[in-house]
């Protein structure tokens, strides 16, 4: 179990494009890029457009109401413990709850929420169009979260995550580091410190799995059961899943550091276990020395 059977959901905060997908989609560029090194430039955070061609450009309306299924299906803790979309809205709910707290506490900055938008095969983004290709992503013009729910099952089965439920908690969190990056500033400014496997993209990122631990440490509050060391030791493997030289590897069968766009297997644990032991977003500077 890991909600409170008898917490409360709000669904408001997740908007639920499932089965209303644009037709058209992704126009992969790049000199032949396939579906699986875009994966892995995008995944978990990476902004579709920060390559050239990679996106169709369009406007984030068009695809019609959001469904309000949610709304009816997903009212208690009880229904995220039994399904993955309540899951993704609790989750939501809990790494929100925990920014308002703490901006409110720390930052001369206002907590603006952020909705996730969770979809099927394609829909429009404020960074272009949004695929189950691309992976989780944050996208600053929109701040949106942007989810296709068969992402997980990807974890599982291409990159060898164990899976489990605070694997999905990590995504989604790691997604909302970015939206707190963004709102104090980080962002804008990352892009300018470089590339490569010290670049301001891989600071950027493992700065993001650094205050998604952090949510971690304070997840039980509220809406969350306490978390177990196996529940931790899920959300580290998929942290590990995701790592840039484990998909090098993968899919092409070498790594290279100049290549990195979001840290090795071993900084990205490094760096949720950071915030998850400290539970300090002081300790998550990812852009003054060494990672």
Same mark, same amino acid.
């Given at each position: 179990m890991t909600f409170d059977p008898d917490a409360r959901l709000d669904p408001s905060q997740v908007t639920d494009r499932r089965g209303m997908g644009?037709? %058209? %989609?992704?126009?992969?560029g790049g000199g032949g890029l396939g579906l699986?090194?875009?994966?892995a430039y995008v995944l978990l955070g990476g902004n579709p457009n920060d390559i050239s061609g990679l996106m169709e450009p369009g406007a984030v309306s068009g695809v019609g109401p959001a469904s309000s299924a949610l709304?009816?299906?997903?009212?208690?803790?009880?229904?995220?413990?039994?399904?993955?979309?309540?899951?993704?809205?609790?989750?939501?709910?809990?790494?929100?709850?925990?920014?308002?707290?703490?901006?409110?506490?720390? &930052?001369?900055n206002a907590y603006r929420p952020a909705n996730t938008v969770i979809f099927t095969g394609a829909t429009q983004s404020g960074c272009g169009t949004a695929s189950a290709a691309t992976g989780p992503f944050y996208c600053p013009p929109d701040k949106l979260?942007?989810?296709?729910?068969?992402?997980?099952?990807?974890?599982?089965?291409?990159?060898?995550?164990? @899976?489990? &439920?605070?694997?999905?908690?990590?995504?989604? !969190?790691?997604?909302?580091?970015?939206h707190v990056q963004d709102l104090l @500033?980080?962002?804008?400014?990352? !892009?300018?410190?470089?590339e490569g496997a010290s670049g301001g993209s891989v600071r950027t990122e493992l700065q993001a799995d650094c205050l998604a631990g952090v949510?971690?440490?304070?997840?039980?509050? %509220?809406?969350?059961a306490p978390l177990t060391d196996a529940q931790i030791a899920? %959300?580290?493997?998929?942290?590990?899943?995701?790592?840039?030289?484990?998909?090098?590897? !993968?899919?092409?069968?070498?790594?290279?550091?100049? @290549?990195?766009?979001h840290g090795s297997s071993a900084q990205r644990q490094k760096?949720?276990?950071?915030?998850?032991? @400290?539970?300090?977003?002081?300790?998550c500077d990812t852009f003054g020395g060494g990672l």
């Open positions: 644009r037709t %058209g %989609g992704l126009a992969v699986v090194l875009l994966l709304a009816t299906d997903c009212q208690s803790g009880q229904d995220a413990n039994q399904r993955d979309d309540c899951r993704i809205l609790a989750y939501v709910n809990s790494i929100q709850t925990f920014w308002q707290q703490e901006f409110a506490q720390s &930052s001369s979260v942007y989810l296709d729910l068969g992402f997980f099952d990807e974890l599982r089965s291409r990159f060898g995550a164990t @899976g489990g &439920s605070l694997a999905q908690g990590y995504v989604v !969190a790691h997604e909302y580091g970015h @500033g980080i962002l804008g400014s990352a !892009a300018a410190q470089g949510w971690a440490s304070h997840a039980e509050a %509220g809406i969350m899920d %959300g580290l493997d998929a942290a590990a899943a995701v790592g840039d030289d484990r998909i090098q590897k !993968a899919t092409t069968g070498q790594v290279d550091p100049e @290549g990195w766009t760096w949720f276990t950071i915030g998850y032991d @400290g539970g300090d977003v002081g300790q």
